[in-house]
C-alpha cells in the first residue's frame, strides 16, 4: 500500500500559484530546474506570459518586428 501511495505523489506537484495539486503531465519540462518540470502549472504559465507581454508591450512589438524581419521569404 504504501508503495502506490509514494508512485502517486511522485507523479503529482503542487502548485503554488493555483495551490493545487496536479499531475506531473500539467506542468512543462525545465532541465535547470531540480525535479525537471517548471515551477508554475501550465494553464497558470499561460496566466503569467499572458500578463508580462500586456504589461509590456514595447517589447512584445519588437519582438514581433525581429520575427518578421526575419522570417525565410
Keep these: 500500500m504504501q508503495e502506490a501511495q509514494i508512485a502517486t505523489r511522485e507523479q503529482t506537484k503542487f502548485?503554488?500559484?493555483?495551490?493545487?495539486?496536479?499531475?506531473?503531465t500539467n506542468f512543462?519540462?525545465?532541465?535547470d530546474r531540480?525535479?525537471?518540470?517548471?515551477?508554475?502549472?501550465?494553464?497558470c504559465m499561460r496566466v503569467l506570459i499572458?500578463?508580462?507581454?500586456?504589461r509590456n508591450p514595447e517589447?512584445?512589438?519588437r519582438k514581433n518586428a525581429?520575427?518578421?524581419?526575419?522570417?525565410?521569404?
Aim: aromatic share 12%; glycine share 8%.
Design 15 to 24: 502548485c503554488p500559484r493555483c495551490r493545487e495539486t496536479k499531475p506531473l
Design 28 to 31: 512543462r519540462r525545465a532541465r
Design 34 to 43: 531540480k525535479d525537471g518540470r517548471a515551477g508554475y502549472c501550465g494553464e
Design 50 to 54: 499572458r500578463d508580462w507581454y500586456k
Design 59 to 61: 517589447w512584445s512589438s
Design 66 to 73: 525581429r520575427q518578421w524581419a526575419n522570417r525565410p521569404r
